[in-house]
C-alpha cells in the first residue's frame, strides 16, 4: 500500500488572521476532496522569509507580493478561493493540484 506523502502549503495575507486563514480552511478541505493529504499554515506576508518558506512544498499569498527574495516553491496566488465562486477558486485549486503533480508530492 503506498503512503500519501503530506504537503505543506503557506498561506499569507496582509494580517495573517482572517483571509489566510480563510485560504488555509479552504484549501485543506478541497484538497483532502480531492484525495491529498495537506497542512496548511497561515501567516502574515511580512513574516515570511527564505528560512520560513523552506518547510513548504507550495506558497498561496493573498495576491502578488515582492517578498525581496525569489521563492523556491510554486507561488500561487489564492486571493479568488475568497469570493467563493466556483468559477473563480477552481482555477486556483487545478493550479495547486498541477503544482502538486509537477513536484511529485502526489
Not at 26 to 46: F, I, P, Q, T, W
Not at 80 to 105: C, N
Amino acid at each position: 500500500m503506498e503512503e500519501i506523502q503530506m504537503i505543506k502549503i503557506l498561506a499569507a495575507c496582509g494580517a495573517g488572521v482572517n483571509s489566510s486563514h480563510q485560504i488555509k480552511s479552504a484549501l485543506e478541505e478541497e484538497l483532502s476532496n480531492r484525495g491529498y493529504d495537506v497542512h496548511c499554515d497561515a501567516v502574515m506576508v511580512k513574516d515570511v522569509n527564505e528560512d520560513l518558506i523552506k518547510g513548504y512544498d507550495l506558497f498561496t499569498p493573498i495576491a502578488a507580493t515582492d517578498l525581496g527574495f525569489e521563492p523556491d516553491i510554486p507561488v500561487i496566488e489564492a486571493g479568488p478561493i475568497l469570493f467563493r465562486i466556483p468559477a473563480m477558486s477552481a482555477p486556483v485549486y487545478d493550479s495547486i493540484e498541477a503544482a502538486i503533480k509537477e513536484r511529485g508530492l502526489s
